[in-house]
């Protein structure tokens, strides 16, 4: 073999990475490239319409998960949910033509830019490690919710 092609690792690190070429490709559309190059600043109105439709999503469902179908936190967020057997409504807001302006929303509601950005029952929870530090409370707040 050639010397060079030996030297190759045999895992690639940076093919580890949630950015990879692979992820961007198949993405179903360019918000990837929008917020990559810089998106124009949001009119009041398109602020106000994501205000409102998040707050909605937060009213109207027991669990409610922003996500982004890459992150690595969202998918152990979505995991633990799962395993609880809870009904959740999740957004994959790098899927969604809004996703950006509703991650500017949920700021402007919770001082929290990060995804997952997770409510039970309307109250907001916080990221991935909030929710598995509360692992133990689930089944009870779930429940509660009439998520379960
Ligand atoms: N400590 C946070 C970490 C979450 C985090 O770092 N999320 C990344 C994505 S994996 C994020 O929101 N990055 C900014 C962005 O996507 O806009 C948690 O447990 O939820």
């Known amino acids: 073999m050639n010397a060079s092609l030996r030297r190759l690792p045999t895992t690639a690190a940076h093919l580890k990475s949630p950015f990879t ?53 969202c998918k152990a967020t979505k995991s633990l949910l799962s395993e609880m057997g809870a009904k959740a409504h999740i957004l ?16 402007e509601i919770t001082n929290q830019r990060s995804v997952p950005n997770i409510f039970i029952d309307k109250k907001h929870i916080g990221g991935n490690s909030d929710l598995q530090a509360k692992k133990s409370e689930l089944p009870k707040l779930l429940k509660d919710a009439h998520a379960v």
């Open 21 to 73: 070429a692979r992820h961007i490709i198949q993405s179903p559309n360019t918000n990837f490239f929008r917020n990559f190059f810089g998106r124009r600043p949001a009119s009041p109105n398109t602020i106000m319409a994501a205000k409102t439709k998040a707050q909605d999503i937060i009213d109207n469902n027991s669990v409610a998960v922003f996500s982004k179908s890459w992150c690595p936190y």
């Open 92 to 107: 994959e807001l790098d899927q969604m033509d809004d996703g950006a302006e509703l991650q500017d929303a949920l700021y």
